[in-house]
């Protein structure tokens, strides 16, 4: 049986039931705690004081004599009265003995003022700190504290988006597919005269830093038409239904300016599967804030030219409701760019900044295989600072291949302090990572070796690059991958008879590949095709749960086991049969500490002559 609970009262409820207590203490309670002490005397012993000038002032009213004396203190008083008689020498009393007399209380206000300072004051008062209370509920929430239902939906016109198609590269296949939309927008007649019409929702689904909002803001930029912008989180707030409010409120604007476009940002945040059956009474806001705009995109008319966009690099975690056809009709990959996306993505970013003649954006374009258009932006950013850090106009092409190295490993740390055994050790390590590279079949070619410590934590790296776009990798591929990974620990086994830390990065790479040959790729004789792990989110993350029996799992690691232990003995075995050369190549490396490809490939051949 669940249990309701009772619903919680709105703050203005405790701050109005404050305001009626203080109210009462002020009018009832205060002026009795703080008026003074009187005491009551007999009418004789008034005139004894009067004739003994104790008397300082008195007050007479037609009943009563309120009358004060010296107190014990300096400039303090102590308060009588006494009941009024008729007394015609009274005056002539007062006046002999030097008191001060009148006919009106001198403490007492009028009825005006008593109101004033009793009602009007602290009712103004609470007033004003409702007011100061509100404003600073209004900055912690963002809006209108009067105006939570409002959305804060971002409205671009023409002018302001200032993005077009021209400013997307990367995405080709993407802007195909968001052509129509852009289409209808300018000729609707043509589509309603076939019966035809738009699209409610395209859901842009893709990794971090791939151009989603970009495209989205290109698509109301080419159709010139009015683009509201929202976070999925704006819609989350702290008090129910405000959510849903906003969400109505959303369309509602959308509807009056229609055709327009509306965009929602990370749409898993209030978009994520309904799950009430756990006991805990589910329907909380958020699924509030959902199942409302489930509703809004049924009500409205597709005729219209209301354009509902979102982005996700989510897309599993979201309700089935939300991408049946009527609502989300189209769901548009915009993925990692290939190769001749990346060189175009360099150029469009490059196009406001100083370069030098003869630039080659193919090489930055390969040696950057798996990044984003975010990633890409930011490396031409990165060579625009090299420039000006080492005083010059224009950007070289050294600069953007610098560039790459620090948004892959870091930045150079010229500081480091690394004694000449470990600087020995780690040249080794690196030319066996090459060395093992070069002796494998149609392994990528060696671009560039180092042993100039990184802020990533790097002692040295050995870059390959592949001369062309490779989008399968064969199972001899991933063989020739984890066998040139071992090849920096068969060095340091080769030449020092040790082994160090150094290999640790090595070794995680080489682990997951491996397994991922057996449990993802079926390249296993001993398991085939069969998968057993699966990864979580592809655009996320490369983390895999495996989905297997723990006997199986056992099986698995002694195969991966196996695998490395093969390529281990291969690497070995090429390096003690290359010794005179991997000598040659580490002292030239030693000497440079940087080498590139070409000079690599130079001494191996003049080895091998």
Request: glycine share 8%; with cysteine; charged share 25%.
């Amino acid at each position: 049986m669940k249990q309701e609970k009772t619903p919680r009262k709105p703050v203005i409820f405790y701050y109005m039931i404050a305001m009626v207590i203080l109210l009462l203490l002020n009018a009832l309670v205060f002026p009795a705690l703080l008026s003074p002490q009187v005491t009551e005397v007999s009418y004789d012993k008034f005139l004894t004081m009067v004739g003994d000038k104790q008397v300082k002032q008195v007050a007479l009213e037609d009943d009563v004599i309120i009358f004060t004396t010296a107190g014990e203190k300096e400039n303090s008083f102590v308060y009588y009265k006494t009941g009024r008689v008729q007394d015609d020498q009274l005056v002539n009393r007062l006046q002999e003995s030097g008191a001060e007399f009148s006919a009106v209380i001198p403490t007492q206000n009028s009825p005006l003022m008593n109101f004033l300072m009793t009602w009007v004051v602290p009712i103004a008062f609470f007033v004003l700190i409702g007011q100061l209370m509100s404003r600073m509920l209004t900055k912690r929430m963002g809006g209108n504290a009067m105006s939570f239902g409002k959305s804060n939906a971002k409205i671009y016109v023409e002018s302001q988006t200032g993005k077009s198609f021209a400013d997307v590269a990367g995405q080709d296949e993407a802007k195909e597919a968001l052509r129509e939309i852009v289409d209808f927008l300018h000729h609707p007649e043509k589509y309603k005269e076939i019966g035809a019409s738009l699209p409610k929702g395209a859901l842009l689904v893709g990794p971090p830093g791939t151009g989603k909002t970009l495209l989205a803001k290109a698509v109301a930029g080419e159709a010139k038409v009015p683009f509201f912008s929202i976070s999925g989180s704006e819609f989350v707030e702290m008090f129910v239904g405000m959510g849903a409010a906003k969400v109505r409120d959303l369309f509602k604007q959308a509807a009056e300016k229609a055709p327009c476009i509306v965009f929602i940002d990370e749409i898993d945040t209030i978009g994520k599967k309904r799950d009430s059956g756990n006991g805990m009474g589910g329907n909380d806001e958020r699924e509030q804030t959902l199942n409302q705009l489930l509703a809004e995109m049924d009500g409205f008319d597709g005729t219209k030219g209301v354009v509902i966009l979102a982005a996700t690099n989510r897309p599993d975690s979201l309700d089935k409701a939300l991408l049946r056809p009527g609502r989300f009709d189209r769901r548009i990959p915009v993925e990692l760019p290939d190769l001749q996306g990346r060189v175009a993505i360099l150029e469009v970013h490059a196009k406001d900044v100083k370069m030098e003649p003869n630039i080659d954006f193919g090489t930055i374009g390969r040696a950057t295989s798996g990044a984003s258009g975010a990633e890409l932006a930011n490396i031409i950013n990165e060579a625009a600072l090299r420039a000006v850090r080492q005083g010059r106009d224009k950007v070289s092409q050294q600069d953007l291949e610098e560039s790459v190295e620090v948004v892959i490993a870091g930045y150079q740390r010229k500081g480091a302090m690394i004694n000449e055994k470990e600087k020995k050790i780690i040249a080794y390590h690196e030319i066996g990572h090459a060395l093992v590279a070069a002796r494998l079949k149609d392994s990528a070619p060696v671009h560039k070796i180092t042993i100039i410590p990184r802020t990533s934590g790097a002692l040295g790296y050995t870059m390959q690059i592949e001369e062309d776009e490779r989008v399968l990798m064969s199972k001899e591929d991933i063989l020739n991958q984890i066998t040139t990974l071992t090849g920096g620990r068969c060095a340091e086994e080769v030449v020092f008879n040790s082994i160090t830390s150094g290999a640790s990065n090595d070794i995680e790479k080489a682990t997951s590949a491996a397994r991922a040959m057996i449990t993802r790729y079926g390249m296993s004789d001993k398991f085939g095709m069969v998968a057993l792990e699966t990864v979580n989110n592809p655009y996320l993350s490369a983390d895999t749960s495996l989905v297997c029996s723990q006997d199986m799992a056992a099986q698995v690691d002694n195969e991966v086991q196996s695998i490395i232990h093969n390529a281990h003995e291969k690497a070995l075995e090429i390096l003690q049969s290359n010794r005179s050369v991997m000598d040659q190549l580490a002292e030239y490396l030693l000497q440079k500490e940087t080498i590139t490809g070409e000079e690599f490939m130079e001494i191996l051949k003049k080895a091998d002559a």
